[in-house]
């Protein structure tokens, strides 16, 4: 049945009737109609607003968050503007769920954008950021994450997101097929500043795990280099590598390896 209204208030009362009844469906088309033909008058922001809330109740996510963002833009005076970027976080929450990353990363970078000081802003921040984890884009994760813990230092999930920088190092250092003395020394570092930090934070054993393993990473191209310089019989230069690995990664399998060929090259030096 078609209806014909005499004002926009006649037009946005029926709309609301529907919205009322949570018949959302059929106030996303009365609200559609207003928007159409009064796209000026004083209530267009309530009903491009109303006509989001329709859309996010009908779990046509995508689909609202691109309508809620049309409040803002085309609306930027409205007072919605708190509610707008709160209903943004919780439908990026979703596709973060749903590991609809792509989805999750773009509501969240206009969440932070429409709002950087929200009180939802640090976690969307936190957020992007393991989004962008999520798919290997490492780099830009770090970038984020980083940004995260200097900019919101209050948020609780500050700690963590010095962790995630930690990790992101580890996953960029191991990205390279040759051995980066720099980028594996990046994330040792990230890892033990985070560990030193916070050292009751429950990411601390995963942290350990990874620095074991760059620990190893480091002492095996130490171990590899002085057996280098063994078979040139450099042995002065190889006893140097050896003892390295020796007394900074004592608790790996190549100090183990080591320590006898210590033994062996001190006593070769040795006067007779």
Known sequence: ??????????????????????????????????IKRYPKDELAPEAQYHLAVSLQQMRKYFDAFLAYQKVIEKYPLNERLTDIVEQQYVLAEIFMKQRQY??????????????????VADVAQYNLAIALFKTKNYAEARAEV?????????SPFADDAVFYMGLCDYKISSQVDDYDAGLVRKAVDSLEYFRRSYPTNELVPQAESLLNKLYHVQAKRLYDTGRFYQKQRKYSA?????EDVVQNYGQTSWAQLARPLVEKLRAQQRPK
């Open 146 to 154: 980083e940004k995260m813990a200097e900019k919101y230092s209050f």
């Open 102 to 119: 792509g989805e999750a990363k773009e509501i969240l970078e206009k969440t932070i954008l429409n709002a950087p000081y929200s009180k």
């Open 238 to 242: 190889a006893l140097k590598y050896y």
């Open 1 to 34: 049945m078609y209806h014909k209204f005499a004002t926009p208030r006649e037009q946005y009362d029926w709309a609301q009737r529907f919205f009322q009844e949570a018949n959302y469906r059929r106030a996303y088309k009365e609200f559609k109609k207003f």
